[in-house]
Structures are given as C-alpha cells and as structure tokens.
Nanobody, 128 residues
Framework: QVQLVESGGALVQPGGSLRLSCTAS????????IAWFRQAPGKEREGVSCISSSDDSDYYRNSLKGRFTISRDDAKKTVYLQMNSLKPEDTGVYYCAAAHGLVDFFCSLVRPSDFGSWGQGTQVTVSA
C-alpha cells in the first residue's frame, strides 16, 4: 500500500491558477500510475487526469485539456496538477489516487475503480 496526501487547494478568483501536490509516504511512486479526480457538491466523482507509470504519458478529460497539466517527480515522491484559467465549474474536492502497474490504456480512462490508494482530498473553490 501507499499513503497519499494532497495539498495546495485554496479559494481563487476566476481566471486564477493553482498547483496541487500529491505526496506519497513510504515506497517510491515509480511503479504507480497516479490520477486526479474531483467531486463537486451534489455531483459524482469524475476523472480529471492520469499520468502513467511506464512512460509518463499524460491524459486529461477533454474539457480540461489545455488548462490543466499533470507531472511527476519520483525523486520527491510527488505528482502535481497545474491548473490555469480556473472557472467556477472547477470548484470541488480534488483527490489523488494511485494504481500499481496500471497499463496506459486504463490510465487514459481515469476510472475510480482502477485505483486502490486515495488521498484525503483538498478543497478548490473558484469564486469572485
């Protein structure tokens, strides 16, 4: 198992930027695909982005591509989500999750059921 902790959530104005961090304790993340999910009040959890364990391929929800960027630094056991040009509809609790040895195809689907280790979430609020 791997333990994950998210940080970086905040209240920001529309058009602003945030960088979320997901840091693992214990084992290295080198063999894990890492994904970001989000959940708005009253809505189902949805996939945001995933970065693979094999070749660092990155995948995004189509509506977010161009505004969000995922990256990883295995030496720091950390995955980042850079969020730019934020909109009110981006508001929600953001979670990171890890899957051991997940193949790229399934990483691209960003399905909650494929991920076994989850962080506690960090709140992102976009409001004027």
């Amino acid at each position: 198992q791997v333990q994950l902790v998210e940080s970086g959530g905040a209240l920001v104005q529309p058009g602003g930027s945030l960088r979320l961090s997901c840091t693992a304790s214990g084992r290295s993340l080198e063999n894990y695909a890492i994904a970001w999910f989000r959940q708005a009040p009253g809505k189902e959890r949805e996939g945001v982005s995933c970065i693979s364990s094999s070749d660092d391929s990155d995948y995004y929800r189509n509506s977010l591509k161009g505004r969000f960027t995922i990256s990883r630094d295995d030496a720091k056991k950390t995955v980042y989500l850079q969020m730019n040009s934020l909109k009110p509809e981006d508001t929600g609790v953001y979670y990171c999750a890890a899957a051991h040895g997940l193949v790229d195809f399934f990483c691209s689907l960003v399905r909650p059921s494929d991920f076994g280790s989850w962080g506690q979430g960090t709140q992102v609020t976009v409001s004027a």
